[in-house]
């Protein structure tokens, strides 16, 4: 079992920035993608971004695209999520998702085996 923990969700301004961090705490998952997601009040949980095995290839969603920035250390067993210039669309709760056999960016839940539990940003205006 793999049990991933975000941290460095937060209470940020319109245009701040902010770093979320997401750790493999039992299992080292460096072999797959590792995605982003997040989910606001009322709605689905939306694809972020996400990053292939090698950290060489990435994918963002729409929304995001050019202010959001995923990377990932695998000797440190970490995967990282930069956001600039935050919005407060950006307001929701925010999960680290590992693959347990999908080697490539995807943004599909589905092929997510393994979720933290979700870190809270919250974006005002």
């Known amino acids: 079992q793999v049990q991933r923990v975000e941290s460095g969700g937060g209470l940020l301004q319109t245009g701040d920035s902010l770093r979320l961090s997401c750790v493999g705490r039992v299992r080292t998952v460096s072999s797959y993608a590792v995605g982003w997601f997040r989910q606001a009040p009322g709605n689905p949980r939306e694809f972020v971004a996400a990053i292939d095995w090698s950290g060489s290839n990435q994918r963002y969603g729409d929304s995001v695209e050019g202010r959001f920035f995923i990377s990932r250390d695998n000797a440190k067993n970490t995967v990282y999520l930069q956001m600039y210039s935050l919005k407060p669309e950006d307001t929701a709760v925010y999960f680290c998702?590992?693959?347990?056999?999908?080697?490539?960016?995807?943004?599909?839940?589905?092929?997510?085996?393994?979720w933290g539990q979700g870190t809270q940003v919250t974006v005002s205006s």
């Open positions: 998702a590992a693959s347990g056999g999908v080697v490539h960016p995807t943004p599909r839940e589905s092929e997510y085996d393994y």
